[in-house]
């Protein structure tokens, strides 16, 4: 099956990092690899000039590998956005679940954040009806078809995605 993963999606700026942020140190806690993927829709850089691994990526490499004692980061240039499957497939099979940010056009189980100052109406449950949405953290009440969360609850959301996805599984570091 692969390891499961679930989008935390949104309007801009509602507070999908905030979230998560909260989420990821309480699966820590539990003992869960945590991976993370973040969707952008704009262009961004981690690679910044006069730095080596800038030249080389300038230089044509089409793809580029940085690695250090602690962690490691690759630039790698292709024509168009891979797929989230593929992302996940291809670099996310050391973890125990995978936390995307984004990925709102995604098959991926979806929790939507919901700010009623930022959106009146659900991305899954407005115009569209959207079945992949498993969960909603909102900061008004809201009566769905799925569980609602405090947008505050992010040990009640980080308990929910441990007993639907990870509980069944037994972790390789366990």
Known sequence: MGVPAVSFVATSG??????????IPLLKERGWRVGVVKHDAHRFDIDHPGKD???????????????SPEK????????????????????CTDVDIVLTEGFKQSDLPKIE???RERSETLLCRGE?????L???ASDRE??????????????????????RFLNPRHSHGK
């Open 14 to 23: 509602t507070g999908k990092t905030t979230l998560l942020e909260k989420v």
């Open 53 to 67: 691994s800038h030249r080389l990526t300038v230089a044509g490499a089409d793809t580029m590998l940085i690695c």
């Open 72 to 91: 490691l980061a690759l630039i790698k240039r292709h024509g168009a956005a891979p797929s989230i499957r593929e992302l996940l497939a291809t670099y």
């Open 113 to 115: 954040v919901n700010r």
């Open 128 to 132: 569209v009806d959207d079945p992949t």
């Open 134 to 136: 498993i969960a909603v």
């Open 142 to 163: 809201l009566e769905l078809d799925v569980p609602c969360f405090p947008i505050d609850d992010a040990p009640g959301i980080a308990s929910f995605i441990e007993k």
